[in-house]
């Protein structure tokens, strides 16, 4: 819970403003506590939100859903050998692997197994904080209609700032921390949508490769 605590500080305006923009399309607070608790994922959940119609265009909402949500693929990769000692748990566990929940679960795994405990700790403290937050926001986020007054906009890219730089373990990180951010940076400016996401990640993945030493001991 202290490990996702300062995320969680971070995400409370979002969860707020995310209310107040769904209550203006005439999402009711039930209603976005069910979206909240089913989806949870907040930038799926701000595309949708800003897609949304009376009836809503389901195909379009699971299309965008899905391109934006397709770096858990990377992620639930990432994790699956760290957490295939949960059991079934893996289960319930990989639905509340939102990126802050993956980066310190992470971050943990390279200190020492990555326990149940641990993983649910945060995870849930998570889950549970976004659906208050967006609730919440459906009576009073309307209070901070412009977040980017106190500077909140920032806050979740200083925090995965902030994660990324938790993983730096020399200047043979260089390279794929360079790659992710250079690549992900064009794409962004060049192609609409999220796919700068995924074409970070496998910049990434690949300088990691072509980085790795030829006698690198491979590990799952």
């Not at 059991?87 to 992470?106: K, S």
Request: charged share 10%; with cysteine; glycine share 8%.
């Amino acid at each position: 819970m202290l490990a996702i605590l300062p995320a969680i500080v971070a995400m409370v305006p979002f969860g707020l403003l995310l209310g107040q923009q769904a209550a203006a399309k005439g999402l009711t607070p039930l209603e976005m506590l069910a979206m909240s608790s089913i989806v949870f994922a907040g930038s799926s959940q701000f595309l949708a939100v800003s897609l949304w119609t009376f009836p809503a265009q389901a195909s379009a909402l699971a299309l965008a859903a899905l391109l934006i949500n397709l770096r858990h693929v990377l992620m639930g990769a990432s994790l699956s050998a760290k957490i295939e000692h949960f059991g079934w748990l893996r289960f319930p566990a990989v639905h509340v692997m939102a990126d802050e929940v993956w980066a310190v679960g992470e971050r943990r795994a390279l200190e020492g197994p990555l326990t149940v405990p641990f993983w649910f700790g945060a995870g849930l403290f998570l889950f549970l904080s976004w659906q208050c937050m967006t609730v919440l926001g459906t009576l009073l986020g309307s209070l901070i209609r412009e977040p980017e007054r106190f500077g909140f906009d920032f806050a979740f890219p200083a925090i995965f700032i902030a994660l990324a730089l938790g993983f730096w373990k020399g200047w043979r990180t260089a390279p794929v921390m360079a790659a992710s951010a250079l690549v992900a940076v064009a794409v962004h400016a060049a192609v609409p949508g999220a796919w700068y996401v995924v074409a970070g990640a496998g910049a990434g993945i690949l300088a990691a490769v072509l980085a790795a030493p030829a006698d690198a001991e491979v590990r799952p």
